[in-house]
């Protein structure tokens, strides 16, 4: 259940719910805002006191019953889609950023070019693939620590926050001053152990759907991360695996709607992952948009063809220019604004 507070609730006020909420079962998790707070009571609502006799105090306004799992991400518990600060960046305030960068961080040079021309055409996170999960053991794995220090690098000159995919609990140390942002692959989205080492971490984490996960089980991911204290999650939806085989996977728009409807976490899509093949990302790019996405995440490659790994599915940066211009008509017919 949600317990929400009267306006300008004092501490002492909501310390008392809290206390009220252990006594009756359940775990407090309390949300401020800048002029109103609720408390999650978070339990087996079936098996516990009901909490609706808190509604009695003078101070609190209502209590919400809340019936689905993921109570701490859900739209009832904040009205409206929750702001996500990386640096000066704010995700989910009505504008609209994209992500992008290589698949894999290569070389100082290939960064640096790919960096400068997609902060030119309006990319405002840098993504750079630093620990490569692969289907074969033989393919190209990634640079590792080498590369999270070329990707500071280019933070350095171009000013862009960085996100790179973290797969292990034992790198979580190494890679928080390095990055600003965790990403957690599709392999990874039902990875609780390092859901919740990565909460604790304190950084925005970037959640990607499972390639076999339904909506409720990536929601439920992300609760694990909020119920381990750390709020600033960015859903992205990037594919799942269906009989299909005309793309590499299939991409599910309705879940960017649901997500959106259920959650108040921001909403992206990654469609380079999506299709697998660079002709459709513009049109998959629009699609996101039009279904209230908050952000893209799109693969970008100075030489796709010579890339060490995902070369279908990289943009040149000449393409990548291409389709900035062409989701502006989206972004705006959706009431966004674009970041750039």
């Known amino acids: 259940m949600i317990i929400v507070m009267k306006l300008r609730a004092s501490s002492e006020e909501v310390a008392l719910v809290e206390a009220n909420v252990r006594a009756l079962g359940y775990e407090p998790h309390t949300i401020r805002g800048e002029i109103r707070t609720v408390v999650a009571a978070v339990g087996d609502e079936t098996t516990h006191q009901s909490l609706e006799a808190l509604e009695a105090m003078s101070f609190v306004d209502r209590v919400v019953p809340i019936q689905k799992r993921y109570k701490l991400v859900s739209r009832e518990i904040q009205d409206g889609t929750a702001i996500v600060r990386i640096g000066d960046l704010e995700i989910g305030n009505g504008t609209l950023h994209v992500i992008a960068g290589p698949c894999s961080v290569e070389s100082l040079d290939q960064t640096l070019s790919v960096a400068r021309a997609v902060k030119q055409s309006g990319a405002t996170i840098l993504r ?7 289907t074969s053991p033989y393919d190209f794995q990634g640079l590792g620590e080498e590369a999270l220090e070329i990707l500071q690098q280019a933070k350095a000159e171009t000013g862009m926050p960085v996100i790179s995919e973290v797969l292990r609990v034992s790198d979580i140390e190494m890679m928080t001053p390095m990055v600003d942002v965790f990403q957690i692959g599709a392999r990874n989205g ?16 970037f959640l990607k759907r499972g390639m076999m996960a339904t909506i409720e089980e990536w929601l439920l991911a992300a609760e694990y991360i909020a119920k381990n204290g750390n709020p600033n999650i960015i859903l992205c939806e990037r594919g799942i695996r269906t009989f299909e085989t005309a793309t590499r996977n299939t991409l599910d728009i309705s879940a960017v709607a649901i997500a959106k409807r259920e959650s108040s976490l921001p909403v992206f899509v990654d469609p380079s992952h999506a299709a697998g ?3 459709l990302l513009p049109d998959l790019a629009a699609a996101a948009i039009s279904a209230g996405a908050d952000g893209l995440m799109i693969e970008v490659h100075n030489d796709p063809e010579s890339a060490y790994s995902d070369q279908q599915q990289q943009l040149t940066t000449e393409m990548f ?3 900035m211009v ?3 008509p989206f972004i705006q017919a959706s009431g966004l604004k674009p970041a750039w």
Do not use: H, M, T
């Open 321 to 323: 220019e291409e389709l």
């Open 277 to 279: 093949r660079r002709d």
């Open 128 to 134: 750079g693939g630093a620990f490569k999960p692969r």
């Open 326 to 328: 062409s989701i502006l």
């Open 190 to 205: 039902l990875n609780y152990a390092l859901l919740e080492a990565v909460a604790a971490a304190g950084k925005p984490v």
